[in-house]
């Protein structure tokens, strides 16, 4: 059973900046396509960033130039280094995998996903 752990939320300023962590309980899930998403209060969840196989990101718009995405194999940990916070970038973050070495994109299937960390940014 695969498991993936976040942690780094919290509560900060507009402005501000944190690093999310997602710990992963598998080596073999770090080759696939790594993800973070994002559910504001009362909205549909939606898709930050990604980084693929070939340790390729891709952003959203709404993040790009604040966020940067990026993995430590040897550690099985995916990050999400966030600056420039706004207030709405706050929001439950979660890291999801795929569960094969495919093609990465926003919409592609993950089948795990972790519990979530909460950021709230404050104006």
């Known amino acids: 059973q695969v498991q993936l752990v976040e942690s780094g939320g919290g509560s900060v300023q507009a402005g501000g900046s944190l690093r999310l962590s997602c710990a992963f309980s598998s080596s073999r899930i770090m080759r696939n396509c790594l993800s973070w998403f994002r559910q504001r209060d009362g909205k549909d969840r939606e898709w930050v960033a990604f980084?693929?196989?070939?340790?390729?990101?891709r952003y959203t718009d709404s993040v790009k130039g604040r966020f940067t995405i990026s993995k430590d194999t040897g550690k099985n940990t995916l990050y999400l280094q966030m600056s420039s916070l706004k207030p709405e970038d706050t929001a439950m973050y979660y890291c999801a995998a795929t569960d094969t070495v495919d093609y990465c994109s926003p919409g592609a299937f993950r089948k795990y996903w972790g519990q979530g960390t909460k950021v709230t940014v404050s104006s």
């Open positions: 980084i693929d196989s070939l340790s390729a990101p």
